[in-house]
């Protein structure tokens, strides 16, 4: 039972790159998120998804796009990268109306 | 809007009790509390609902009051594993009076146990 697992683990872009970062859960958990966490701060909500097919925007949505085509796997799109999204990602899954699993994290330096 | 919590740090030695508090501007539906290491993920210490029901550790307790939207984090007899970040994060009630998890979470509070 791994729980949330997210790849990968570290990554460099330059401008523009583009790049997919992958969540998956092996909990069965309804509910998934994207967050970024800046130093000194706390996480901030990207998009979430309440089932397989449905997506929506949290609080920070520009410049990210995600799909969930399975239930078991949130995956966060970067098109175009900037600077400015160096960041860590964590991907989470709930069930409903409960706690919140956290992946790893991904650590994105946009140069 | 972010949730705003007090203090921001906290020095403790072991044994000593602590309370962290989080203030929101709007209704809640529920409140989330995580602890999070340096270079670790966030995780899970307690979860309080509107209407009283709680989940948790067993040996964190937590209050939520609804009518302030305020909640706090009761920390005690404190341990060297305690420290950490403390994280709230706030589901604010919708219209359809149903839960998403789309948590709002607060700036952190530093927490530092030394022998």
């Known amino acids: 039972n791994a729980g949330v697992t997210q790849t990968p683990k570290f990554r460099v872009l330059k401008t523009g790159q583009s790049m997919t970062l992958l969540c998956a859960q092996d909990?069965?958990?309804?509910?998934m998120y994207w967050y970024r966490q800046d130093p000194g701060m706390g996480l901030r909500l990207i998009h979430y998804s309440v089932g397989e097919g449905t997506t929506a925007k949290g609080e920070v949505p520009d410049g990210y796009n995600v799909s969930r085509l399975k239930k078991q796997n949130f995956l966060l799109g970067l098109e175009s990268a900037a600077p400015s999204q160096t960041s860590v990602y964590f991907c989470?899954?709930?069930?409903?109306?409960?706690?919140?699993?956290f992946g790893p994290g991904t650590r994105l330096t946009v140069l | 809007q972010q949730p705003v919590q007090s203090p921001q740090a906290v020095i403790l030695r072991e044994g000593e009790d602590a309370v962290i508090n989080c203030s929101s501007s709007k209704a809640l539906y529920s409140v989330h509390w995580y602890r999070q290491k340096h270079g670790e993920a966030p995780v899970f210490l307690m979860i309080?609902?509107?209407?009283?029901e709680q989940k948790g550790h067993d040996k964190i307790s937590a209050s939520f009051n609804e009518k302030k939207q305020q909640s706090s984090l009761y920390l005690t007899a404190s341990q060297l594993s305690y420290s950490g970040t403390y994280f709230c994060g706030t589901d604010p009630t919708n219209a359809g009076g149903t839960s998403y998890g789309k948590l709002t979470f607060g700036q952190g509070t530093i927490l530092t146990v030394h022998p």
């Open positions: 909990m069965n958990h309804e509910y």
């Open positions: 309080l609902l509107k209407g009283g």
């Open positions: 989470a899954s709930s069930g409903r109306t409960s706690e919140q699993f």
